[in-house]
């Protein structure tokens, strides 16, 4: 088997029996237990009813959940190898470092996806099973939404995690990037932002360019395709991008933030200090 | 086979190590002794290609930092703190065989003649093992492979006396072939082990001098001591080297490896004023322990 595959599944064994992966997939699992013991598929919200009801709320709450659960996790198991001495030893095996860096990224994305992914599959077998409806086109395209999430913000931690040198350094870091992008969705700084006169399209740039801001407004758009929610700034965004456009700009742009983040984590992780 | 050229490191402006120059050539066993935060550690990592540094580093003619799967495929290193892996041993040796195109079973071998059973504790997270069954499967990795330089940072610290006997046996095994480098806060653990010591000390190497190698590695020594009156915590350290009691814990009788007798008789100094009698003869390695 060659060393990239070998460093993942050795990620993987370690991942599934760290605590942290217990509670993720407790936390995502109990979402969804939860969303089916209150009733929520026989509510009713927009419209919205049975799974399709389920789905929009399971989504909200990841959303709201899986970035900095990701970003906390990496970078604390990953700064924490480091600081046990982990890296020392495992590096010192003749691995290359791009199989390295590159196999506990594709190690670890599996650990982070699979949980949220089984709960919603989980959701749908249980719905198929008492013959509720499916909406299937909203369930690939949530999925392929959790897979873009959860690869933007793992690249973001492995970014932090080689940058800083400790578990406290690296934790600070991905809590204050969390909490700079929680601050610039639109119901916070936006609306700082409109009120201090800014330029409207800067406003809509700047919840273009944060990653939480595309997740929660594509999450909108699949339950109200007009985006009336946010006001005038979806003449904006649907003028630019088109419905279906902005569907896909939602999957591909976070998807590139989180490759430039894992390349530039890579890039320093080759020059600098292993362990 | 190992040099260095003029290597430095600094830490945030602290020189740790302080233009370091050193040639090593094959079948060389250096003890790298020095104080905490001498540099041993650092320089150790600038071998092992883990750290950045100025100067040259090579390996064979090879940098262990551009050249990593090639150099450290004949590298084998033992760390002094075992690191907290949550895999089962099972994994962590298919992991480190598969990278280092070993056999697995090479590595269970040695394990086993360290006296740990890896079939019994294949699914055992490693973080869960005792000191000294880490410290065997460490050894057993770095060991079951071909390694041209063996790095070791006190590697038979946490081991029992018939453990490390079995491991400076494994060492005399590699003598002609293997370059040695073993790290220590003190020269008596591992002055035996070798034919060069390097001391280290702000950064800089400080001595760098011959050993005598009057004693092979698989030597054994049978050892005879009588006491003045027999004490409670001098038979708890005799057993502990698994001596027998020979007359109401007065006579005293055991065998001590070759490497280990500077650190024998240093462990039995504490008690110099209950020793009336001491003496240390030369046997066939085939003796066994008792």
Known sequence: ?275 | MIRLQNVSKLFKRHRVLDHVSMEVELGERIALIGSNGAGKTTLIRCLLGEYTHDGDVTIGGHSPRAERTSVLGKVGFVPQLPPPLKMPVGQLVNFAAAVCRSDPKRIHDIATRLGLDTHEILARPFNRLSGGMKQKLLIAIALGRDTRVLVMDEPAANLDPEARHIFFNLLAERLENTTMIISSHRLDEVASLVNRVIEMDMGQVVLDDRVAEETKLSAMFQCHLTLLRPDAAIARTLAGWQFADRRDGVEWHGLVSGPDRLRFLGTVTRYVGLLTRIELAEVAPSVTLQ
Request: net charge neutral; charged share 10%; hydrophobic share 60%.
């Open chain 1, 1 to 275: 088997m060659n060393t990239l595959l070998l460093t993942a599944k050795l990620d993987i064994v370690e991942s599934l029996r760290a605590r942290w992966f217990l509670i993720y997939s407790l936390v995502f699992g109990g979402i969804v237990a939860l969303l089916f013991a209150f009733g929520l598929t026989e509510s009713r919200v927009l419209g919205f009813i049975g799974l399709s009801r389920l789905l929009v709320t399971y989504i909200q709450l990841t959303m709201a959940i899986l970035p900095v659960f990701v970003l906390i996790t990496t970078v604390r198991s990953v700064a924490g190898d480091r600081e046990a001495g982990v890296f020392e030893y495992l590096l010192s095996l003749p691995v290359s470092l791009s199989a390295w860096f590159w196999g506990k990224i594709v190690g670890r994305y599996v650990t982070i996806f699979l949980p949220v992914f089984v709960a919603m599959l989980g959701a749908v077998v249980w719905s198929l099973i008492q013959g509720i409806e499916v909406p299937w086109g909203m369930f690939f395209y949530y999925t392929a939404l959790l897979a873009a999430m959860a690869w933007c913000f793992l690249g973001i931690g492995m970014l932090i995690s080689t940058l800083a040198r400790s578990t406290d350094v690296a934790q600070g870091a991905a809590f204050m990037v969390w909490l700079t992008m929680l601050l610039f969705l639109d119901l916070i700084l936006l609306g700082v932002m409109i009120q201090g006169h800014v330029a409207p399209e800067v406003a809509v740039g700047v919840a273009l360019a944060n990653p939480l801001q595309v997740f929660r407004t594509a999450a909108l758009a699949m339950f109200d395709p007009q985006l009336i929610v946010l006001g005038p700034s979806a003449y904006v965004i649907l003028d630019l991008f088109g419905a279906a456009g902005y569907q896909i700009y939602a999957l591909i742009y976070p998807v590139l933030i989180g490759s430039l983040c894992a390349l530039a984590g890579y890039l320093t992780f080759r020059r600098s200090d292993l362990p």
